[in-house]
């Protein structure tokens, strides 16, 4: 059976397999049934601002209402508002349509469970089996019991007044803000947010057209909103991605501060509040060794997992920690929503910034980060690091030559016929020659794709 969620969903390019209305089709029918045999209703359907999003959201209902199971459509609303609304209207599940930071070509379809959450791995091998499974063609109610699809108008309204909800009754009228939409999900909804909380904003990117979504903007090119923020001499950037899910700040001095930065000063934010839950912030393993010397300075501490944000909320759950996510810009502050919130995340930071009465600029003493090289390449095959003695050998002596003092990270691509290393330590010139010494080594052992 082809496996099809990884994750973050399934992802791909529009209008190929798998990313084709006829498998959309599927995954609505498959998990209709599965709401439908849980005695469940309805499930709630959102979008970014993708042109394929229309046929596969055609697709979805039509597969989810032929199950007898109702769908609220809510258009295009950021990744956390669809898991919001989820919640809001005591829905069964939760169905995002979107590729987050990847280029417009692209699209993928994300389920939430009842409670605005990833849906589990099982789950998703079940909907995978039902959906390759022959009873797919005869899963399907009598003509009086077919689902009813609703357009949900006031989605936004609710999901502004959410977000807005999340500082009470702070006001930020004393602030001029550069909003980066990315041209996607939070296009409407985001410029609102922070201009109804009293802040003078310069919007950018907020005129999608299916196609230019993530194009040269957003929190994948941050470096778009750091002039703009110098132009117009603006206190900070925020920069959203396509479904708004991550966060990327400039500083008024037009610094880039990524989610290490940000996650750090609000985890010691809390932390001096009483506010961080078991004093602990969880990150991945490609966050600074910084973050873990800041928190640990004053009695913090940080739990690590495995690159992807449901990586991160699953740890905070099973911990019950309040606060983690990622240097991409994914963060979960978990007390207001289920999954990463770029809005949220951008109020959460400004008013730690504000009780703290500094700029925006000084947030970037609370970390002293490690240099951090990375380097990926195409590979002819994904042959397991440990079958090649050479490779092993080389990765062992690294190690050693770290002693403690630094990091090795090295994997391939889940996607892609790619080597990915990361090797952190102190020195930056000695750490970039590690890198070489062993991506030399693979390309030696299996070659490189041209």
């Given at each position: 059976?082809?496996?099809?969620?990884?994750?973050?969903?399934?992802?791909?390019?529009?209008?190929?397999?798998?990313?084709?209305s006829?498998?959309?089709?599927?995954?609505?029918?498959?998990?209709?049934?599965?709401v439908?045999?849980?005695?469940?209703?309805?499930?709630?359907i959102?979008?970014?601002?993708?042109?394929?999003?229309?046929?596969?959201?055609?697709?979805?209902?039509?597969?989810?209402?032929?199950?007898?199971?109702?769908?609220?459509?809510?258009?295009?609303?950021?990744?956390p508002?669809?898991?919001?609304?989820?919640?809001?209207?005591?829905a069964?599940?939760?169905?995002?349509?979107?590729?987050?930071?990847?280029?417009?070509?692209?699209?993928?379809?994300?389920?939430?469970?009842?409670?605005g959450?990833?849906?589990?791995?099982?789950?998703e091998?079940?909907?995978?089996?039902?959906?390759?499974?022959?009873?797919?063609?005869?899963?399907?109610?009598?003509?009086?019991?077919?689902?009813?699809?609703?357009?949900?108008?006031?989605?936004?309204?609710?999901?502004?007044?959410?977000?807005?909800?999340s500082?009470?009754?702070?006001?930020?009228?004393?602030?001029?803000?550069?909003?980066?939409?990315?041209?996607?999900?939070?296009y409407?909804?985001?410029?609102?947010?922070?201009?109804?909380?009293?802040?003078?904003?310069?919007?950018?990117?907020?005129?999608?057209?299916?196609?230019?979504?993530?194009?040269?903007?957003?929190?994948?090119?941050?470096?778009?909103?750091?002039?703009?923020?110098?132009k117009?001499?603006?206190?900070?950037?925020?920069?959203?991605?396509?479904?708004?899910d991550?966060?990327?700040?400039?500083?008024?001095?037009?610094e880039?501060?990524?989610?290490?930065?940000?996650?750090?000063?609000?985890?010691?934010?809390?932390?001096?509040?009483?506010?961080?839950?078991?004093?602990?912030?969880?990150?991945t393993?490609?966050?600074?060794?910084?973050?873990?010397?800041?928190?640990?300075?004053v009695?913090g501490?940080?739990?690590?997992?495995?690159?992807?944000?449901?990586?991160?909320?699953e740890?905070?759950?099973?911990?019950?920690?309040?606060?983690?996510?990622?240097?991409?810009?994914?963060?979960?502050?978990?007390?207001?929503?289920?999954?990463?919130?770029?809005s949220?995340?951008?109020?959460?930071?400004?008013?730690l910034?504000?009780?703290?009465?500094?700029k925006?600029?000084?947030?970037?003493?609370?970390?002293?980060?490690?240099?951090?090289i990375?380097?990926?390449f195409?590979?002819?095959e994904?042959?397991?690091?440990?079958?090649m003695?050479?490779?092993?050998?080389?990765?062992?002596?690294?190690?050693?030559?770290?002693?403690?003092?630094?990091?090795?990270?090295?994997?391939?691509?889940?996607?892609?016929?790619?080597?990915?290393?990361?090797?952190?330590?102190?020195?930056?010139a000695?750490?970039?020659?590690?890198?070489?010494?062993?991506?030399d080594?693979?390309?030696?052992?299996?070659?490189?794709?041209?």
């Amino acid at each position: 059976m082809t496996k099809l969620f990884g994750t973050d969903g399934i992802r791909g390019e529009s209008n190929v397999y798998p990313l084709v209305s006829s498998v959309a089709l599927k995954v609505g029918k498959a998990l209709g049934n599965m709401v439908k045999s849980e005695n469940g209703e309805a499930i709630v359907i959102g979008k970014d601002t993708r042109l394929s999003g229309y046929m596969l959201e055609t697709a979805l209902v039509s597969g989810i209402v032929s199950m007898g199971v109702d769908v609220y459509l809510v258009g295009p609303l950021p990744t956390p508002a669809v898991a919001h609304m989820t919640r809001s209207m005591n829905a069964d599940a939760g169905v995002m349509i979107t590729a987050s930071h990847n280029p417009a070509v692209d699209n993928g379809i994300k389920i939430f469970d009842a409670k605005g959450y990833k849906l589990p791995d099982e789950k998703e091998a079940a909907i995978e089996e039902l959906m390759f499974s022959e009873h797919i063609h005869d899963m399907m109610v009598s003509g009086t019991e077919i689902g009813k699809a609703y357009r949900l108008d006031e989605a936004k309204g609710r999901y502004i007044e959410f977000a807005k909800s999340s500082i009470q009754d702070m006001r930020f009228r004393e602030m001029k803000i550069v909003l980066d939409c990315a041209n996607g999900a939070a296009y409407d909804v985001a410029p609102k947010v922070f201009k109804e909380l009293g802040a003078e904003v310069i919007v950018l990117n907020n005129k999608p057209d299916g196609l230019n979504i993530n194009l040269d903007c957003g929190a994948v090119h941050p470096e778009n909103t750091a002039k703009e923020v110098v132009k117009h001499k603006a206190d900070m950037g925020i920069t959203l991605d396509g479904d708004a899910d991550r966060l990327i700040v400039c500083d008024e001095k037009g610094e880039v501060l990524d989610g290490d930065y940000i996650l750090t000063f609000c985890a010691l934010e809390m932390l001096k509040e009483n506010r961080l839950k078991n004093n602990t912030l969880v990150v991945t393993d490609y966050s600074n060794m910084g973050v873990d010397e800041a928190l640990e300075a004053v009695g913090g501490k940080v739990v690590r997992t495995g690159n992807g944000d449901r990586y991160v909320i699953e740890a905070m759950r099973e911990g019950g920690y309040n606060l983690g996510g990622e240097a991409s810009g994914h963060m979960i502050f978990s007390d207001y929503v289920s999954t990463g919130d770029g809005s949220i995340s951008a109020l959460q930071f400004l008013k730690l910034v504000k009780n703290a009465g500094i700029k925006v600029s000084e947030v970037r003493k609370c970390l002293n980060k490690n240099p951090q090289i990375l380097d990926s390449f195409l590979v002819s095959e994904k042959v397991p690091f440990d079958e090649m003695p050479k490779v092993a050998a080389k990765v062992k002596e690294i190690e050693a030559t770290l002693a403690g003092k630094g990091r090795l990270l090295l994997r391939y691509s889940g996607t892609e016929k790619k080597c990915r290393i990361m090797i952190e330590g102190k020195d930056k010139a000695a750490t970039e020659a590690l890198v070489k010494e062993l991506g030399d080594c693979i390309k030696g052992e299996i070659g490189v794709m041209n």
